[in-house]
């Protein structure tokens, strides 16, 4: 990465570091008084595939004194069974929070299986409990990568209400969550997506152009307006001479020349993420906490 470059990064590291501190912090509080957050990561069938998330999670998890337990499943389970050890850990104290990792075998749904973590325990922000509360400007468990992405445009100087927004990339779990996010904001948003006519000509006229949609550089340097914000969540592995490597949905190196400010590919919205998703760990501990002492008291009245 050239110098020159270096001044318009916005630096997923650095703020995910920011928001684990501020989750230590509230881990050791929950801790002393006897609700210490506990998230499960569910994997079903072959892992190697998401061996590296789930180790990135463990790794954050530990770091912010947030226990992590694994509990892996046959590639055979059926949903019956998948879904009845899913309720079990809704019905679990102890359990504060799941993580479903993807991809899940194809005879299971993904929704379905999203469906039966109760609304209180998703700390993915993936059920449509929660989903469905951006509408109404409750991000307490939003989507964790939507709510990263908007964290680090709101890391820059500008003003979000009456902003210029494209939104490349539909998918129920990042694009529109961004874009209903970002409307609560004031922000003017566009989504658009693989039927979209002309897209460079909306990507042009954009403040900011957030980009989701796993092609590695669908959006170059001449799509973007001098100065735009460019979040790109993209994440693609791509072959070149010196071998693998990562890159996102944006050409970074051409995007960087126009840009005000762009997020690296790895080193952007993926610390974030994960950050995000410790963050809401602790939301769910203080949420459940709250509704068992609710319960406790209803009952001490009662009684």
Known sequence: MSDQHKHKLLDGRSLARSILANVASEVDTLTSIGWAPRLVSV?????????????NQRRRAVG??????????????TRTEIVAALHAMNADPRV???IIQRPVPVHLSIRDLQMAIHPLKDVEGMHPASIGNIVYNDLDLAPCTALASVELLKGTPLTLAGLEVVVIGHSEIVGKPIAFMLMA???TVTVCHHLTRNLAAHSRSADAVFVAVGKAGLVTGDMIKPGA???DIGINQVETPEGARV?????????????????????GVGPVTVAILMRNAVIAAKRQKAHYDAAFSAETTAA
Do not use: K, L
């Open 43 to 55: 994997t079903i069938g072959e892992t190697q595939a998401v061996d590296v998330y789930v180790r």
């Open 247 to 267: 890159v996102g949905d944006a050409h970074f190196e051409s995007c960087a020349e126009t840009a005000g400010w762009i997020t690296p590919v790895p080193g």
């Open 96 to 98: 504060t929070g799941v």
């Open 185 to 187: 904001e004031g922000a």
């Open 64 to 77: 912010a004194g947030i226990a992590f337990e694994e509990r892996n499943f046959p590639d055979g389970v």
């Open 229 to 231: 914000v460019v979040i």
